[in-house]
């Protein structure tokens, strides 16, 4: 059974750091590309961020560029989100999904992890 | 970005057969997918590719369109497919979701 279960969520104050994981099971982790996306309260889906298989391309939303850095450690099965320079506007459900193909095409999410929650406010 | 539009809300009753729609600003080819999500749950893949069912998805749920307008149609509809509904596409950069459409059983 595929399972993706997120943690390193909570309170942080703006302009503070964060870096949220993905602990990823029941597949072969380093088969696929992965990315994150994120849900502000009440609101709509919004993609952040995408990794490769290997981990040797990203690709990022522009409101998070320079801000945020998406990883991976395929020994470890773990998806991992730095995110820095935190905003109020980047208060969201964070959930990790696993992509169907690449970047490119045809870039769907079939599975989803439970989400984390990020609340930035001082 | 490619905004993607979706109504906000609609009210069906168990039995009848809905569509939802979502209409793109640029086209997308056949490249849009659907979501499900029920309150408090992570989404749930339905369609992909505009009208190919996701593993283990009822056949009571179908897709179709292609270019800028897309329906997701559920016949018939049950008590269980209260949830919002969400449209994906990954055609253009960046890769953009609809705001959702509400289903609420009458």
């Known amino acids: 059974e595929v399972q993706l279960v997120e943690s390193g969520g909570g309170l942080v104050q703006p302009g503070r750091s964060m870096k949220l994981s993905c602990a990823a099971s029941?597949?072969?982790?380093?088969?696929?590309?992965m990315a994150w996306v994120c849900q502000a309260p009440k609101k709509g889906l919004e993609w952040v961020a995408t990794?490769?298989?290997?981990?040797?391309?990203?690709y990022y939303r522009d409101s998070v560029k320079g801000r945020f850095t998406i990883s991976r450690d395929n020994a470890k099965s773990t998806l991992y989100l730095q995110m820095d320079s935190l905003r109020s506007e980047d208060t969201a459900t964070y959930y990790c999904?696993?992509?169907?193909?690449?970047?490119?095409?045809?870039?769907?999410?079939?599975?989803w992890g439970q989400g984390v929650m990020v609340t930035v406010s001082s | 970005d490619t905004v993607l539009t979706q109504s906000p809300a609609l009210a069906v009753s168990p039995g009848e057969r809905v569509s939802i729609s979502c209409r793109a600003s640029?086209?997308?080819?056949?490249?849009m997918h659907w979501y499900q999500q029920k309150p408090g749950q992570q989404p749930k893949l339905l369609i992909y590719?505009?009208?190919n069912l996701a593993s283990g998805v009822p056949a009571r749920f179908s897709g179709s369109g292609s270019g800028t307008d897309f329906t997701l149609t559920i016949d018939p509809v049950e008590a269980d497919d209260t949830a919002t509904y969400f449209c994906?596409?990954?055609?253009?950069?960046?890769?953009?979701f609809g705001g959702g459409t509400k289903l609420e059983l009458k």
């Open positions: 999904a696993r992509i169907v193909g690449t970047y490119y095409y045809p870039h769907y999410f079939d599975y």
């Open positions: 029941g597949f072969t982790f380093n088969n696929y590309d």
């Open positions: 990794i490769s298989y290997d981990g040797s391309s990203t």
């Open positions: 640029e086209g997308v080819n056949s490249y």
């Open positions: 590719k505009a009208s």
């Open positions: 994906q596409q990954s055609w253009n950069d960046p890769r953009t």
